[in-house]
């Protein structure tokens, strides 16, 4: 006889500021991601834009705001712009390797070179080595760290310089959160690589999509999204392609914001703020 499938218990975080958008304050609803279901659990709240966090699935559920909108890259049809195709060559000797999801030192270290480079004073900025640990440790679903080394001399791993956790789900990979280092002498892009790489991997083992969390529309600092093309968003009428004038549009916006942004700040950062995809940590 089958056990009956128990729907999960949702729940509701207290207002808090929003990360995104000054001014505002932002309110999650989440429920617990256990028990011998929790991939597929994910999968289906992973397709009406929850995140995970942990054994956490959440998602905003903001009074008198929907600025948050989950976007997705359609990997199949995915062709990479000019600017992209640099960013492939340019850092193509890379060495990727998808490892089991295990904290080290070596990420924890790289995690806060770029915590302390691009988000100096965010919520992530206190992370110790438990807390991380915890972040990438605690999976109840499909998870593993994907880890960028640039080649030794005889061809070998080296150096990290950048890493993705990330969730393999039914139809495609969840960046749950990506970071590198912020300040190579010698390499530009690190970020936009690392997504370029999963549109690659996820194409490559017959995934349709690319989760990259919520565009913030207005905000910054989650401008970068909208570069990747096709690009999907989760409407009340379900998952609607973006054409290319909103996407011409939107980059343009996000170029003359940027330059103007860079006037009094020559020499600071050349990515932007990518740190994965959204504000990972869930306080509940």
């Known amino acids: 006889m089958t056990a009956p499938v128990r729907f999960p218990r949702f729940f509701v975080t207290s207002p808090a500021p929003c990360p ?10 989440f429920t617990e991601l256990k028990g011998p279901h929790a991939d597929e659990l994910n999968d289906a709240l992973g397709r009406i834009g ?18 948050c909108v989950s976007v997705r890259v359609a990997a199949d049809e995915f062709r990479a712009s000019s600017t992209q195709k640099r960013t492939l ?20 270290e790289l995690l806060q070179r770029y915590l302390g480079a691009r988000h100096p004073g965010g919520g992530m900025a206190t992370m110790d080595e438990v807390d991380f640990a915890d972040m990438v440790e605690h999976t109840p679903v499909d998870s593993y760290v994907i880890e960028y080394r640039e080649p030794n001399a005889d061809g070998t791993p080296g150096r990290l310089v950048g890493a993705c956790l990330t969730d393999r789900q039914g139809d495609g990979l969840s960046m749950i959160y990506s970071f590198y280092d912020p300040e190579h002498p010698r390499r530009s892009g690190l970020g936009n690589y690392i997504i370029l790489d999963h549109i690659r991997r996820a194409a490559d083992e017959g995934l349709p999509f690319v989760y990259l969390g919520y565009w913030v529309e207005g905000s910054v600092r989650m401008q970068y999204k909208v570069r990747y093309r096709p690009l999907e ?21 996000t170029a003359t914001t940027r330059r103007s942004e860079a006037m009094p700040l020559q020499g600071s950062t050349k990515d932007g703020a990518h ?10």
């Not at 060559?89 to 924890?108: G, H, M, V, Y």
């Open 50 to 67: 929850f995140r995970r966090s942990q054994t956490v699935a959440y998602r905003p559920s903001c009074a008198g705001c929907n600025a």
């Open 89 to 108: 060559k340019a850092n193509c000797d890379l060495i990727a390797t998808a490892c089991r999801p295990w904290s080290t030192a070596e990420q924890f």
């Open 20 to 29: 995104y958008l000054p001014g505002r304050s932002e309110r999650k609803v």
């Open 233 to 253: 968003r989760l409407t009340r009428d379900g998952w609607l392609r973006f054409t290319d004038e909103e996407q011409d549009r939107l980059i343009a916006a």
């Open 275 to 284: 740190g994965g995809q959204d504000q990972y940590r869930l306080d509940i």
